[in-house]
């Protein structure tokens, strides 16, 4: 299983959209956010500066993970890969935390460069809050991965990139990505994952701990997706 992270992790890396869509183009939408709000202002009880470097730091994990899984998993069905390593001695459930695993850690990038350039730009954490932050944001991403590998079994490898793109987009919409989400809409938005993951940043507020709801609501979430991902596996296996 080792071998198969280390393997598709190169692989993410290499890839130039990857870099360019989860790398890069959150980075540069940060830079858009702040000079649109302004600032001075503050956005969801933070400043606008951190509440948009960890909006765009959680859009980029997001589009990692779900686009790097689910559509490498689609293709990798199509092609035959995974038929192959079904008849190896690897086990199921070892390729789908493998999957799982390998996706997770290729959000490290997305989450330092988008935290980097919102250190130049004057946001300011203590060290324990830079490295708490950056934690729970990778750990959180683990939720989606998941998401993703149940997402690459479920769609058709010719439907698999425009139901990613909606849900991605729909859940990044509902999640206060793009803007801060409250009254009636929040009550709806406390049942999305994305933002939940968003409120995992709410400890860097003066007086605040880390939001043990929201990781209540993504382990919950881990616990669905994970079973969904087993399950869709298993369907598939049968199937092959």
């Known amino acids: ?10 692989r993410t890396l290499r890839n130039r959209r990857y870099l360019f869509f989860t790398v890069v183009y959150p980075a540069l939408m940060y830079v858009f ?35 790097g899984s689910a559509q490498r998993i689609s293709l990798e069905r199509k092609s035959g890969w995974v038929r192959q390593l079904r008849l190896t001695a690897l086990p199921g459930r070892a390729y789908t935390i493998g999957k799982i695993a390998s996706t997770a850690v290729t959000t ?12 130049t730009q004057g946001v ?6 830079w490295i708490g932050l950056a934690a729970a944001l990778w750990l959180g991403s683990f939720v989606f991965a998941a998401l993703g590998v149940a997402l690459g079994y479920a769609a058709a490898p010719d439907a698999v990139q425009p ?3 909606i849900t991605y987009m729909a859940m990044a919409l509902l999640g206060g990505t793009w803007f801060p ?16 993951y968003n409120k995992l940043a709410t400890f860097t507020q003066p007086g605040h701990s880390l ?17 969904a991902a087993a399950a869709l596996y298993r369907r598939d296996t049968r199937r092959a």
């Open 33 to 67: 956010f702040i000079n649109a709000y302004g600032s001075g202002n503050q956005a969801g009880g933070l400043p606008v500066k951190t509440y948009f470097m960890v909006s765009m730091a959680t859009f980029g994990a997001v589009g990692a993970v779900l686009s």
């Open 163 to 165: 139901i990613v793109m």
């Open 124 to 129: 300011s954490l203590s060290a324990p809050q």
């Open 1 to 10: 299983m080792t071998t198969l992270i280390k393997l598709e992790i190169l």
């Open 211 to 227: 939001d043990l709801v929201a990781v209540a609501g993504l382990a919950a979430f881990f616990a669905v997706f994970t079973a």
């Open 108 to 119: 490290l990038p997305a989450i330092l460069v988008v935290f980097v350039v919102g250190a």
């Open 181 to 196: 989400v409250s009254g009636s809409l929040e009550k709806f938005a406390r049942f999305n994952p994305v933002f939940l």
